[in-house]
């Protein structure tokens, strides 16, 4: 029986012992995840100020000019400030305003 026991509790020593000797079975494993990414493609809807923005700039400084130049001198105030005001109006749309396109990623 003393026989028995010895052997038992060598072997749960040397059990013990190993279990604490080798790593850990689940650090020894490399998991790689992957992720899968989806492109969403959405179509960005213009509105009528974005499509026109231009024409609408030029029209509105024409209608401000020729405004002020009726006031100012009747209907040949009125011619020349819608000229002025058309010139000027494409002066600022194509030369002079600052075009940054800033684009956004969806």
Do not use: C
């Amino acid at each position: 029986m003393k026989r028995v026991l010895s052997i038992f509790l060598l072997n749960l020593l040397i059990v013990g012992t190993l279990a604490f000797a080798t790593e850990p079975t689940a650090s020894a494993q490399t998991v790689t995840r992957t992720t899968v990414v989806r492109t969403r493609y959405r179509r960005h809807r213009r509105t009528f100020w974005q499509k026109h923005r231009d024409k609408l700039t030029v029209a509105g400084t024409t209608l401000g000019g020729a405004a002020i130049g009726g006031l100012a001198g009747g209907k040949k105030g009125a011619a020349i400030g819608s000229l002025a005001g058309a010139g000027s109006g494409a002066l600022y749309t194509y030369k002079i305003r600052k075009r940054h396109r800033h684009y956004r990623r969806y």
